[in-house]
């Protein structure tokens, strides 16, 4: 399938509206729509949800072309700003299977982001083997359906999976495309159905091509979109997709929610929602896998959690967040049904690290006598009880605010604190930053030979840059 889709009226209104200026479209060549009417779409809307009375296409609707062409695998070079299907890795590189993680992946994918993962360092890379084996079992989850539990411990910082997708398409809805020029004079509601049965059929072409038991896979996954006119394929989008970190790889000129992919997995998309999820997750683009790392110790027979909103929302707007997803009430978490004292609680501490987030420290130029030096890290201990409590240590925040106490504590000299922030802050760290933390932050020899921690003794000797008073 060859299409224009970033030549559509609605994808440069998006492209335009995305930068604030004119981009650099592509030619009329590079569509097959070359004839199409130009159609207006109102692209801000929301997909419905919930059982909706009247679901499919109004009557007279005309279905847009759809054309189907080989893209070789192997190719690096296409149009930056056309929308191709290539299944990656390419076959002949990296066969490695890991626990799970060693499939292709069906990529709907524009020409500029196929040869960003293409020349991103490493890839084809095969995805990491777990060191202690595989720690999971898929199994039944209650209210929730399935979910993912651990089979033993897994420690904080383990490495649960290393995953390829089975599909990565966009997650905005310019992957379809409108032929009919009488769209605009459909209902909103209708304008929505048109767009995911649009969606649907160009994700039968995705699904036509994917390997049979990828295509088992994926139609065995959840659908909570049955009644909501999604149809079969895009209702498991809609269920089970994970975004790809865009910063990592999205479409050339775009920004904010514009541009941006999902992937959906065998395993990765049976794992249910928490407010305080015990993991982190990641994308890489090298190996093509989402790595999950445990986020704390997780005891045996454990579920396994990842989050599905903004977890430092309050609760009602993680509710509104979760509601697709045809999760109501919300009872994952002592965060969510507590008793209302105790909700009220974790709304504080929630809202406290929200605000917190914009706020930077800086050490005082002299330190006072009398006055503890390490008084003005005070909001930092506090932002990182706030988040222990709230169990949130799978926040990329709880790493900046550990980074920031070991690395102030290095400095000031407190080996026994630096130690103590420095191990907690290693458990996490890979998880974000895909490599082990250096010893100078977690073991007493590296932080006493670290030039931070000499600094510090040179400046409490009074003989450093920073005199204290
Ligand atoms: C990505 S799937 C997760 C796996 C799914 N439970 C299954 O059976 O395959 C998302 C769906 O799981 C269910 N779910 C996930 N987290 C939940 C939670 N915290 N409470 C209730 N249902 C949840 C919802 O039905 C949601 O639409």
């Not at 890839?123 to 033993?152: H, M, N, Q, W």
């Not at 998309?269 to 993991?279: A, V």
């Not at 707007?317 to 045809?326: F, I, M, S, V």
Request: glycine share 8%.
């Amino acid at each position: 399938m060859k299409r224009g889709f970033l030549n559509t009226p609605r994808a440069k209104k998006q492209i335009e509206k995305s930068n604030g200026l004119e981009t650099n479209l592509p030619k009329k060549a590079d569509s097959i729509h070359e004839s199409s009417p130009a159609i207006k779409v109102d692209f801000s809307y929301k997909y419905s949800y919930g059982e909706l009375s009247e679901t499919g296409v109004p009557k007279g609707y005309k279905n847009s072309k759809l054309e189907n062409t080989n893209f070789p695998d192997e190719k690096k070079a296409y149009d930056p700003k056309i929308y191709i299907h290539t299944r990656l890795p390419p076959r002949q590189a990296s066969q490695g299977l890991s626990n799970s993680g060693g499939c292709q992946t069906e990529c709907l994918v524009s020409g500029f982001v196929k040869r960003t993962i293409h020349e991103t360092p490493g890839f084809p890379s095969d995805p990491l083997p777990c060191p202690g084996g595989i720690c999971y079992r898929i199994g039944d989850a209650g209210e929730k359906g399935l979910g993912v539990f651990s089979t033993r411990l897994i420690g904080a910082g383990e490495l649960i999976i290393d995953e390829r997708p089975l599909i990565i398409l966009p997650s905005s809805s310019i992957f379809a495309y409108i032929d009919d020029p009488n769209f605009p004079s459909y209902t909103h509601e209708q304008q929505k159905q048109i767009q995911l049965h649009e969606q649907n059929r160009a994700m039968q072409v995705v699904y036509d091509r994917m390997l049979p038991e990828n295509q088992k896979a994926f139609m065995e996954l959840y659908n909570c979109h049955k009644s909501d006119g999604s149809g079969e394929f895009m209702g498991r989008v809609r269920t089970n997709g994970l975004m790809v970190d865009p910063e990592q790889f999205r479409d050339a000129d775009t920004t904010g929610d514009f541009g941006i992919y999902s992937a959906i997995y065998k395993v990765l998309s049976r794992i249910n929602h928490s407010c305080c999820p015990n993991t982190i997750r990641k994308w890489h683009t090298d190996t093509f896998t989402h790595r999950l790392y445990a986020a704390r110790d997780i005891p045996p027979n454990t579920e396994i959690t990842l989050q599905y909103c903004n977890l430092l929302d309050s609760s009602a707007e993680r509710a509104q967040a979760l509601a697709p997803y045809g999760i109501s009430a919300c009872t994952c978490s002592p965060a969510c049904n507590g008793d209302p004292a105790q909700i009220k609680l974790s709304s504080e501490r929630r809202a406290r690290t929200k605000r917190a987030l914009s706020s930077i420290l800086f050490p005082p130029k002299h330190f006072t006598p009398g006055v503890s030096r390490d008084r003005w890290l005070l909001p930092a201990i506090e932002r990182l009880r706030d988040l222990e409590e709230e169990q949130l240590e799978g926040l990329r925040h709880y790493k900046g605010v550990l980074f920031t106490l070991t690395e102030a504590y290095i400095h000031l000299c407190d080996v026994e604190k630096a130690l103590m922030y420095g191990r907690k802050l290693k458990k996490v760290y890979k998880a974000w930053m895909g490599e082990e933390l250096d010893p100078m932050y977690w073991t007493e020899k590296g932080i006493r030979a670290s030039p931070m921690y000499r600094t510090g003794m040179l400046i409490a000797a009074g003989e450093g840059y920073m005199r204290i008073t």
